[in-house]
Structures are given as structure tokens and as C-alpha cells.
């Protein structure tokens, strides 16, 4: 999926360093706290004890629930997935009647067939799981496989804050569901839709690795279509774009976030944080290393790489082609 601040190209960097520091990750609790879609979640789940996943968006809990929260294989998987791309394309769904042209909607997000195609099998996972047809395991890697896929084919620049005029030539293929297949191990991982800071009012463990957002673009209104299709309930649309209410994140303020993160550490019972923020952001790296030393002993690791763009090059507000991405640390004091 092509998401603001994913670290898929910086999983093998994060893994590296964070075993470098804690040593032997075998008996370690994991809490991913800002989990996004769950790349990093992902990365560790195979050298961890237990992995806490989290996020305050429902089209990310969607994703954890099959990446993380899944752990055993699903021997009907496929035969599911082929059942869902045999469905008959509906044109009364949700989807398609605000989402695409056809419909009269003036939105173009996906194409009129993928639109329908998409609604029908929404529509299908939530009547076999209403029915008992389908388990929570089976339901929400179905609805992960169904996310990523449409995702694939939204005719978008990146995000979901517009649509292009015309349909892209990756919107105009023909959605095709393919399986959101997760590693298997033995664990029993939990996973949270929750706010972050409220999280670790009730979770513990032994790492714990934030990735908060950096600026003031909220993610519930970049991918608020993801989080449509993921919920699949009646909601009051707004203007063009057609977004909807949706949640607000802290550190997504100006003037919250300080007050957000300080609470955070305050609250962060594990042996180790680490914490992803660039130079961009909008916590200054002298206000985490004073923040993150109030409550243990600090170090920081930085790293450049190249900024995602999701804007053209006249609006953007940095211009820089690459970022400096820091590695804050933290060992608790009190443990």
C-alpha cells in the first residue's frame, strides 16, 4: 500500500539496530503503538514473544487484525478468495453510488465496475460472518485482502484527498482479489484500535516503538475511503471529496502534541522505547531528547532517505528530495 510515513524500506534498518541494542528478542513483549499497516509489526513478528499492534483507524486495525492478530494458517483462504471474484458486480452499494462516475455522484475515486465489484464483496464478508459462515480470522483477512486490492486500483495521486479527472491506466484494470497472506507463528498477539496515549494506560511490555504522524495532515481524512470500505456503514459525506467525520489525532496539533508526547513517555511501562520522527516534523528532536530524559536515559540514531511525496513539487512545503529520519531511544528509569 502506497501510505504517508510507511517504514517498509526501513524494516531491515529497525530490526537491525533495535536487536543491536535489547539483544535477544526471543522473550520480548513488542508494542507497535502508531502500527499504520503494520510493517514494522510485521517485520518483528517472527523474532518476538508477543506482539501488541495498534492504531486509531479502523482500516489500520483491519490490516493488524489479519497481519498480526492472524497466526495459523486458513485452509479455505483461497477457495474464499475465489468466491468473492465470482460475485455478480452490484451497482445499489455504497461504493459505487458515491464513489463512482456512473452513478451520478461526480466522484471518480475508483471505476464504475471496480466500484461494484467492490460492494459486492464487502457486502458478501459482512452477510457470512453475520451468519456464522465465516470466523473473525477469515472476516478480517478478507476485508485486508479486499482493502489492499481496491487500494491498488483507487484512482488517486497517493491519498484519498481527491480524485483525478480521468481514470488512471492502473484505476481502469479490473479489480482482481488476491489473498493478504501472514506469517505463521505461535503467538497470541493483541491487537488495539485505540488512541495511542490511552493504549499504554493499560498495556506493558519490553519494546516499545512509536511512529506517531509528524505533521498536521490527519490519516483519518487521507485514507477516509479505506476506512468506508473497511466499516462498511452509512455515513454523511461532504462536498467533492466526499470525506466524512472523522477522528482527530494529537500529534496531528500544533499545539497538542507537545503536551501528547510528554504524556506518552509518562506513561510508556517497557524496558525500551524507540522512536521514528524526522526533521520535518512538528516536535523538534531538542524537545524529544528533553521530553524522553525526564523519564530514562537517551540516545538517538539518524539515517536519510528519500521523502514521500504525495503532492506536487510547487505545494509542497519542503522541497528537500530527502529526510533525515531519527531513531529516538529511551530505557526507562523506573525499570
Known sequence: MNYIGSKNRMSGFLLGTIS??????????????FAGTGAVGNTFKPYVKQLISNDLEHYSYVLNRNYIGNCIPLPDAKYLISELNDLTPISDGFIFQNFCLGSGSGRQYFSDENGQKIDAARQAIKRWHNSGDIDDDRYYFLICSLLECADRLANTASVYGAFLKKLKPM????????????TYTNQQNEVYQEDANALLRH??????????????RQYGANYHILNIISQYQPVTLKGKTGIHKYRRSLYCSRKKVFAAF????????FQYTFLSYNNEGLLSPD?????????????CISMRHQRFKADSDENRTHHAQNTTEYLHLMIKKSL
Not at 287 to 299: L, S
Open 287 to 299: 524537545f524529544i531528547r528533553e521530553t524522553m530524559q525526564k523519564y530514562g536515559e537517551y540516545d
Open 171 to 182: 484505476a481502469q484494470k479490473r479489480l482482481v482479489l488476491s489473498p493478504a497472506d501472514f
Open 20 to 33: 543491536d541494542i535489547v539483544g535477544d528478542l526471543t522473550d520480548k513483549i513488542f508494542c507497535d503503538a
Open 262 to 269: 510528554d504524556d506518552l513517555m509518562s506513561h510508556a511501562e
Open 203 to 216: 498495556v506493558k511490555g519490553d519494546i516499545l516503538y512509536l511512529d506517531p504522524p509528524y505533521n498536521v
